[in-house]
């Protein structure tokens, strides 16, 4: 449905996030967050979409603040406490906190 309304990418793979964190599926659980945080600025394809020509938005858009809120909820939500210790989730985190400096 994300790609339908030209969402972006981000909204599609959050939902599998989602899915795969009730799971307990750490692998899939990473890879899903690794593909929320690539296409992370993909919410604002909509801006260039023919779909929303009508609708008018602001210059800040906000995702700067979103995506520091979204790394500090993943950093603590309890319920990723079987990821904490995989290495590429302490790496995705590094990564994604260090490109925020």
Same mark, same amino acid.
């Given at each position: 449905?994300?790609?339908?309304?030209?969402?972006?990418?981000?909204?599609? &793979?959050?939902?599998?996030?989602?899915?795969? =964190?009730?799971? *307990? @599926?750490? /692998?899939?659980?990473? $890879?899903?967050?690794?593909?929320?945080?690539?296409?992370?600025?993909?919410?604002?394809?909509?801006?260039?979409?023919?779909?929303?020509?009508?609708?008018?938005?602001?210059?800040? &858009?906000?995702?700067?603040?979103?995506?520091? =809120?979204?790394? *500090? @909820?993943? /950093?603590?939500?309890? $319920?990723?406490?079987?990821?904490?210790?995989?290495?590429?989730?302490?790496?995705?985190?590094?990564?994604?906190?260090?490109?925020?400096?």
């Amino acid at each position: 449905m994300s790609n339908t309304f030209e969402l972006g990418s981000y909204i599609g &793979d959050s939902t599998y996030f989602l899915i795969y =964190m009730e799971m *307990k @599926n750490a /692998d899939k659980t990473i $890879e899903y967050l690794e593909k929320m945080f690539s296409g992370f600025y993909s919410m604002r394809d909509a801006k260039k979409s023919r779909l929303y020509t009508h609708m008018e938005f602001k210059k800040n &858009d906000g995702i700067e603040d979103m995506k520091a =809120m979204l790394v *500090k @909820n993943i /950093d603590t939500q309890e $319920e990723l406490n079987f990821i904490r210790d995989n290495p590429r989730y302490i790496e995705l985190i590094q990564k994604i906190k260090g490109q925020m400096v």
